[in-house]
């Protein structure tokens, strides 16, 4: 009797353990939780949303600019004429000032020759009178002779028409005086010192003007500076950001291509093996 021994071998079984298909750290090992394709769309629109924005309020603010620069132009110009117009003011108190002097000494010298050549006219004439007045006779030959024949000088001497020392003198041209002149030359010193006093009060009226503008274009010209460098920062980290954030994108892209790859194979291998 023969004994029949049936070998039953039993196939293997193969556990195929389940894989995620989440990424994971290539050197740890933990799962990465990445958003979601639309959320990091979205976040690049809005990236690029501000970017534009900012663009518009850095081009504002050049507009505003160039608008300060042509502002202080205009007041530097305005300046420029108000400066010349008070030195042309300036120029003609002087020459009305010089007038006004060579005014006054052509009447002092016309008031002192009038007077000169009447009291040398005077004198003149009290010396004529002098010399032609007939000499009185002594008083004996008064007594002695009461009648006595007229000498023949004193016969003529009445008819002579002698100056008197008296005599009115030729009218003049009426000349004003020295108290009327001296009122004129401290009426036209006072004048003169009030035009000073409003030319220096107006030039540091323009003075102060000039310097509080000056330091508004500054001030303006210095903030706008400072708003555009803050923004053109802010557009550089914003575009930083986005660089980054496409980097990312690109290699999330990547591992999840590989992911989708290596996830395929796993499913070939396990249609092969059922």
């Not at 050049?62 to 300036?90: F, G, H, M, P």
């Not at 005077?122 to 009185?136: M, N, T, V, W």
Request: a negative charge.
């Amino acid at each position: 009797m023969s004994a029949t021994t049936t070998l039953t071998i039993q196939a293997p079984t193969m556990t195929t353990s389940n894989m995620s298909t989440a990424p994971c750290c290539p050197k740890c090992g933990f799962d990465i939780e990445l958003p979601s394709f639309e959320d990091t769309q979205e976040e690049l629109l809005q990236a690029h949303r501000k970017i534009e924005d900012l663009q518009v309020q850095v081009r504002l603010l050049n507009q505003k600019a160039s608008a300060a620069i042509d502002r202080w132009a205009d007041y530097e110009d305005e300046i420029a004429k108000v400066r010349s117009a008070l030195d042309t003011s300036q120029k003609q108190q002087q020459q009305q000032q010089q007038q006004q002097q060579q005014q006054q000494t052509q009447q002092a010298t016309t008031v002192a020759s009038p007077s000169r050549s009447s009291f040398l006219s005077a004198s003149a004439a009290s010396r004529i009178s002098a010399l032609l007045s007939p000499r009185k006779p002594p008083p004996n030959l008064y007594f002695n002779n009461p009648s006595p024949s007229p000498s023949p000088r004193t016969a003529f001497s009445p008819a002579l028409p002698l100056p008197s020392a008296t005599s009115p003198a030729p009218p003049l041209s009426p000349t004003p005086s020295s108290d009327e002149l001296l009122e004129a030359l401290s009426r036209e010193q006072s004048l003169r010192l009030a035009a000073e006093g409003r030319l220096s009060d107006t030039s540091r009226e323009v003075e102060e003007l000039s310097a509080t503008l000056f330091e508004q274009a500054n001030e303006m010209v210095a903030s706008e500076r400072r708003a555009r460098a803050a923004l053109e920062e802010r557009v550089e980290t914003l575009e930083r950001r986005d660089a980054e954030k496409r980097r990312r994108l690109g290699r999330l892209e990547a591992a999840l291509g590989s992911i989708e790859r290596a996830r395929a194979l796993l499913l070939g291998d396990g249609d092969e093996d059922g």
